[in-house]
């Protein structure tokens, strides 16, 4: 059984930085795409960044510059760095693998970008 636990939320004023990681447990096909969702109150989740098992990247553009997804495939582990943060980055943010036709959710942590 795939298990994503994520870590690092929390409260930042704007124009701060946090880092997101997303450690992973369980075996996955060598072939996959981990990606870094984001759900805001009221809003659809919406895709933040991902990265494929070749290391392809990709970003919402509201984020571009500002983000940056990594990984440590020795540790099994997903980052997003992410600065300059703005008030309407705050959300929770979602760790997410796919694989074969499988989906995987980790349970979310919480971004607050206030002054």
């Known amino acids: 059984q795939v298990q994503l636990v994520e870590s690092g939320g929390g409260l930042v004023q704007p124009g701060g930085s946090l880092r997101l990681s997303c450690a992973r447990s369980?075996?996955?096909?060598?072939?996959?795409?981990m990606g870094w969702y984001r759900q805001a109150p009221g809003k659809q989740r919406e895709l933040v960044a991902s990265?494929?098992?070749?290391?392809?990247?990709s970003y919402l553009d509201s984020v571009k510059g500002r983000f940056t997804i990594s990984r440590d495939s020795a540790k099994n582990t997903v980052y997003l760095q992410m600065n300059s943060l703005k008030p309407e980055d705050t959300a929770v943010y979602y760790c997410?693998?796919?694989?074969?036709?499988?989906?995987?959710w980790g349970q979310g942590t919480q971004v607050t970008v206030s002054s």
């Open positions: 997410h693998v796919a694989y074969r036709g499988q989906s995987y």
């Open positions: 369980g075996s996955i096909s060598s072939i996959y795409v």
């Open positions: 990265i494929t098992s070749f290391g392809s990247t």
